[in-house]
């Protein structure tokens, strides 16, 4: 599996946007980027997912670049509950299998 | 509909026991994934199973096992328990293993504790 690399920790207030960085400079071409965050004494949960293009859903945005060797999840409004750890990902074909880092611990001040 | 279901969501063991989990799939899922959460190592993948078969195994010791049944609930069973095995085991489902198209859904875990 491609490596990701993503800092430890961020911070926002609440209602602002959050930007999470991820690096994945390993990259193949047929590599999906995904997101899953995890919650205080919860499971991990899937956020998005995308290839190439920018994608939007009900809980964030992700913006890849280009060359496809970062990419970006975007949350518009921070909220409290938002407070987690999110995981960048490029999952294996045919396989649930996934390498988790240790990915970046949000907190959202009121 | 149901999420993923785990069972017990708490237990506590001793040092030599052996102890089973149990997990139930969102209805209509085949695929069944473990992983293991220690604050030392983090989210560790530990097995995949597909239609009763073992897909994918990671990188732990023989003393865990798992296994899959026909209604695609899985259980996973830990062997001469040892005080580093206290953590917490997540279970994952998905439709079908569809690998980086889809997404998983987790369970909120079982914690054991190892004494």
């Known amino acids: 599996d491609a490596k990701t690399t993503q800092p430890n920790s961020m911070e926002s207030n609440e209602e602002e946007p959050v930007h999470l960085p991820c690096n994945h400079s390993?990259?193949?071409?047929?590599?999906?980027i995904h997101w899953y965050r995890q919650l205080p004494s919860q499971g991990p949960e899937y956020v998005i997912h995308g290839l190439t293009s920018n994608v939007n859903n009900r809980m964030a945005s992700l913006a890849i670049a280009e060359d496809r060797k970062s990419s970006t999840l975007i949350l518009h409004r921070a909220t409290l509950r938002d407070a987690a750890v999110y995981y960048c990902i490029l999952p294996s074909y045919n396989t649930d299998k996934l390498i988790f880092g240790t990915g970046t611990r949000l907190q959202v001040f009121p | 509909k149901a999420g993923v279901t785990q069972t017990p969501r708490y237990l506590i063991k001793t040092r030599g026991q052996q102890v089973t989990l149990s997990c139930s799939p969102i209805?209509?899922?085949?695929?069944v994934s473990w992983y293991q959460q220690t604050p030392g190592q983090g989210l560790q993948f530990l097995f995949e199973y597909f239609s009763e078969t073992q897909r994918n195994k990671g990188n732990f010791p023989g003393r865990f096992s798992g296994r899959q049944f026909s209604n695609s609930r899985s259980e996973m069973n830990v062997s001469t328990l040892e005080l580093g095995d206290s953590a917490l085991y997540l279970c994952?489902?998905?439709?079908?293993?569809?690998?980086?198209?889809?997404?998983?859904?987790f369970g909120e875990g079982s914690r054991l504790t190892v004494l």
């Open positions: 390993t990259i193949s071409g047929t590599d999906y």
């Open positions: 209805s209509g899922h085949r695929s």
């Open positions: 994952a489902s998905s439709l079908v293993g569809q690998g980086p198209t889809g997404e998983l859904f």
